[in-house]
């Protein structure tokens, strides 16, 4: 003869427990996911705050690079002697103080009078011997000085000339 029916039974306490478990493991796997998502959005934060850091920095190298590249070179300097001309033409190079009176372009004492002072840029000049390898036409993008230093002009780009003194 077939049992009769019964009511369902109660769930056994080890049954319970297992749910308990599942839904533990759930909230764990849900609790992780959402600490995963942040440390990856954090490492996102990290990445972008060093690439603005490497941006700036190779900015300004480029602008360190660009201002060298566009800065205009120093002036070269040449050396200007004191050179005598006699009336015949014949040239040596003599003290400075004999052309400390003619101004920076290298002007004679007077076109009349004989010897004549004027200053030899440039080149070989040897006390006592004639110049060579120079000019007698003052550089105007070159900064002129005797050999004992004094300026006799002071030139290249955006630079007056004509200056005299040191």
Not at 62 to 73: H, V
Not at 80 to 99: F, L
Request: proline content about 7%; overall charge positive; hydrophobic content about 30%.
């Amino acid at each position: 003869m077939p049992e009769p029916t019964r009511w369902p039974q109660r769930p056994q306490p080890e049954k319970l427990l297992f749910a308990d478990a599942i839904r533990q493991q759930e909230t764990d796997h849900e609790r992780r996911r959402r600490a995963i998502q942040e440390a990856a959005a954090a490492s996102e934060d990290r990445a972008h705050v060093k690439m603005i850091g490497a941006v700036a920095i190779v900015g300004v190298a480029a602008l360190i690079g660009g201002y060298l590249l566009t800065r205009p070179d120093p002036p070269r300097t040449v050396v200007a002697s004191c050179v005598r001309t006699d009336r015949g033409g014949a040239e040596t190079v003599v003290a400075e103080h004999n052309c400390s009176g003619s101004a920076g372009g290298g002007s004679f004492r007077g076109s009349s009078t004989w010897p004549q002072y004027n200053y030899y840029y440039g080149g070989n000049t040897t006390l006592g011997q004639p110049p060579t390898g120079g000019s007698r036409l003052a550089p105007s993008d070159a900064e002129i000085r005797t050999k004992s230093g004094t300026v006799i002009q002071r030139g290249g780009l955006g630079r007056g000339g004509g200056s005299s003194g040191s």
